[in-house]
Every structure is written in C-alpha cells, then in structure tokens.
C-alpha cells in the first residue's frame, strides 16, 4: 500500500524534511534537511548572507520562510541543480540515523509519496497529480542504502 506522509507528528514524519534530524554536509552541520535546502538557494548571489543565517535559525519553518521570501535573489541555476542538492542531503540523512534508515527500509517495495494539498514539484498536491519528486528521491535512496547493505554483507563481510 502507498505510505503518504506529509507533517513530521504524523506517521512517516520522519521522512519529511522538516524532521529534526540533523546532516553534516559541506563541511557544515545542519539541524534538518530543509535548512540546507532553503540556504543552497543563495549560493553564489548577492544574498549570500542568508546561508548562515537560515542555518542558525531554530526551526524549519523559520528556514523554509528564509528561503521562500522573493525579496532575495535567488540563484539562477537553482531550477537546474535542486533536485539534485535534496537528494544529497535526504541521502545523508538517512545515512546518518540509522533509526530512520530503518523505518525507510522497511517500507520495503511501497511507493512512497509526499502528501502536500499544495506542492505538485515535492508532493502531489491537491488531486495527487503531482511530480512527487521527494517521495522519489525517498525511493531511490531507499534502493542506494540497500545496495550498500548487500556490499557491507557481502564484500566487507558485515
Ligand atoms: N513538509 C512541509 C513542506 N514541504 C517541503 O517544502 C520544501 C519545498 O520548498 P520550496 O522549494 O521553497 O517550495 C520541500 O522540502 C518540501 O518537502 N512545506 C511546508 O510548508 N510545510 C511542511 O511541513
């Protein structure tokens, strides 16, 4: 059956990105992957600035408000390279805490899809149309961590 998840209280919350789990990437900590996302948004632009400060602030919402304000230049490549920038950091944080990891794993072969009433990139909206590219980045890295298990068992020998 298709997991949906959507808020982090509910269940699979921690597969959202405003989960509280932290991800050192970049030679940074960040306290969730939204605000490593919303912060790549100003690299390379005059609001540079604002890297630092979305990741000092205390929660996601805060970063994700950061991010989203359109009185700050964006960087023009952004449409190009975010997909990309979330796969890294949700792949990192599965790969950091191995509780979630675990919850990820045993979804085994379900879909999983990003319940978002208003995000048709991320999620699948409303009519559940959407792209839902998180719940398929989830995926893919679901199937990365596995690969990676095969290769500890086999080659490593645990
Ligand atoms: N989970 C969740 C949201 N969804 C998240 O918002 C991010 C997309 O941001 P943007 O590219 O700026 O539109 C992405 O991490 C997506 O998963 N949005 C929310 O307002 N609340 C929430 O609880």
Excluded at 53 to 62: A, L, M, N
Excluded at 130 to 153: C, P, W, Y
């Amino acid at each position: 059956m298709t997991i949906y998840f959507y808020k982090v209280p509910d269940p699979y919350g921690c597969f959202s990105n405003f989960s509280p789990h932290s991800i050192h990437l970049n030679g940074r900590d960040w306290p969730t992957v939204e605000h490593y996302y919303q912060a790549h948004k100003f690299v390379g632009t005059r609001d540079e600035g604002l890297i630092e400060k979305i990741r000092g602030v205390k929660t996601p919402e805060e970063a994700a408000a950061l991010g989203r304000d359109r009185g700050y230049e964006v960087r023009s490549d952004w449409e190009g390279v975010k997909r990309e920038i979330m796969y890294e950091a949700v792949l990192t944080k599965f790969l950091t805490h191995r509780d979630i990891q675990k919850v990820l794993l045993e979804t085994g072969d379900e879909a999983i899809v990003e319940d978002s009433p208003t995000d048709y990139y991320w999620g699948c909206g409303a009519e559940k149309t959407g792209a839902n590219h998180l719940g398929k980045i989830l995926m893919e890295v679901r199937s990365q961590l596995r690969d990676r298990a095969v290769f500890t068992e086999t080659i490593v020998g645990g």
